[in-house]
């Protein structure tokens, strides 16, 4: 029977012999390669962890002591150990997520996706442990690319002031956060990693002096507690002592025994400790020690014994974005690309390899990125910073006092936008245009398919006094929708076909083909639709309230929440414009959104035709006087 089969909970691990263990790794790497390849996730960061998850459970006492996962993808040899191995819906609906779950298991804390809060998370806990006298101890982990992340150094400077407060601090250092990390301080860890370290040292000399009768182990204890002088001599880990945390590493993160006797020293210490473990990313699956781009970071369905991916969904956003990038690289000198840590997953690897010296990595730090971006623009250039949708949320007060308060020229590209699906409620893009609709000057940008992406970026990089974003969605991207007609600076995707139509539907960004397929199954109702797209929606255009008052009707669709959001703001320009249209926004409710697929999420949610066709027939029928009671009780309740 497989080892791994046997393991139900963190301490069946205890009665395995460290051959057994060996073999459970492997298992585990087996089992992982051969899950993932049939649903898709996060392969390579797990494929780096297996023996340090093992060492972790071994030495801790979960959920007693707290294992917390910063970003948590590389959380899954956890749920394994922790009796979760039914991988076979893996990010789908009624599945496992992809992250940590509170829902999924007692051993889960952290749930989103956003790195560098770990630190913090681990500070607060301890800090509660100690009130509440409890006798339990904060496992942080955490890997080099996440330290740089500011959250990181923040929680860091806090959690050294308590030299009694126990909490272990594992960096999990891989060289990488998607890509290689970039940096300083990942110079200062490439120094300890390539420095011939005290752990070593120690290793070596241990084994010499367990040969050494009576005098051996006490030569050795006197030795292990050497001061800072002579560990400083052998391997340079100062910038970690000098914030006044204690440091272990580097270790061999794939050696149990070193790893269980680093953790364990780091547990009987009572304080703060910083334990440093090398890992490789995607070890023992050579497929991904061969993607020299991201060591298979996040996967698709692919041919476990191959790596390749079994279906091509053909051109998505991020590609058209990256191509169309290339392209203004060539015509503007002046044009430069930022990336946080995500040069690949946004779509700038193609701009980095025609113009090395014009991107920039900032690291997972979108605070700085931003504020880099207004220094950028004052310089006389014009960035454009890519980056998830999701993730542009840590950066708002930058984009607010920094980009937009002094007028500069930057544009941000935000990625994913909208119900992204299987990666769970922390990836769904679904606030930024609620958010930045409060920023004064900000021009926002949500393109209806390809076409729209490349020329709305052309027109985003024209500004430059004032912050633009260009937003789109995660996927493949579907064929044009042509306008056959324009009002202001709005698109016209279809004409009623009268001269006083019933409702002006307003559609927003990728949802223009499902919008088209609502003002059909409108017509058959005998209720005539204009459906335009406004192609900027911050600010709203000023051809939008004289169209809406030559309507009976104002409807927005949008794949952001409703709170706030383009509906809201649409409605707000109509009542200012004293244009007194009744105004149905549909949108995403104010709620975090389970993992399941793009289409799920969405029918969950009631954004789909024929739910919003059929209330909006309703509400024509209202206005008709001819409104049916039983329709009206057959409607999907709304958030």
Known sequence: MPLLTRIRGPRDLDRLSLEELDQLAGEIRNFLVDAVSKTGGHLGPNLGVVELTIALHRVFESPKDKVLWDTGHQSYVHKLLTGRQDFSRLKMKDGLSGYPSQAESEHDVIENSHASTVLGWADGIAKGNEILKRDSHVVAVIGDGALTGGMAWEALNNIAEAKDRPLVIVVNDNERSYAPTIGGLANHLATLRTTDGYERFLARTKDILDRTPVVGKP?????????????DFIAPQGMFEDLG???????DGHDLEALESALARAKRFGGPVIVHCLTEKGRGYQPALQDEADRFHAVGKIHPDTGLPIASSGADWTSVFGEEMVKLGTEREDVVAITAAMLQPVGLDKFAKAFP?????????EQHGAVSAAGLAHAGVHPVFAVYATFLNRAFDQVLMDVALHKCGVTFVLDRAGVTGTDGASHNGMWDMSILQVVPGLRLAAPRDADQVRAQLREAVQVDDAPTVVRFSKGAVGPAVPAVGRVGGMDV??????????????????????????????????ISTTVVDPRWVKPVDEAMAPLAERHRVVVTVEDNSRVGGVGSTIAQALRDAGVDVPLRDFGIPPRFLDHATRAEVM???GLTAPDIARQVTGLVSRLDGRYDSAAAEAEPARD
């Open 245 to 251: 945390l204690k440091y272990v590493g580097p270790i």
């Open 219 to 231: 030569l050795f204890d006197t030795l292990h507690g050497a001061k800072k002088g002579l560990k």
């Open 493 to 526: 995707l279809r004409e009623p076909g009268t001269d006083r139509p019933d409702v002006l539907l307003v559609s927003v960004g990728a949802l223009a083909p499902m919008c088209l397929e609502i003002a059909g199954l409108l017509d058959r109702q005998g």
């Open 603 to 605: 029918a969950e949610i």
């Open 357 to 365: 010296d014009r991107v920039y990595d900032v690291g997972i730090a």
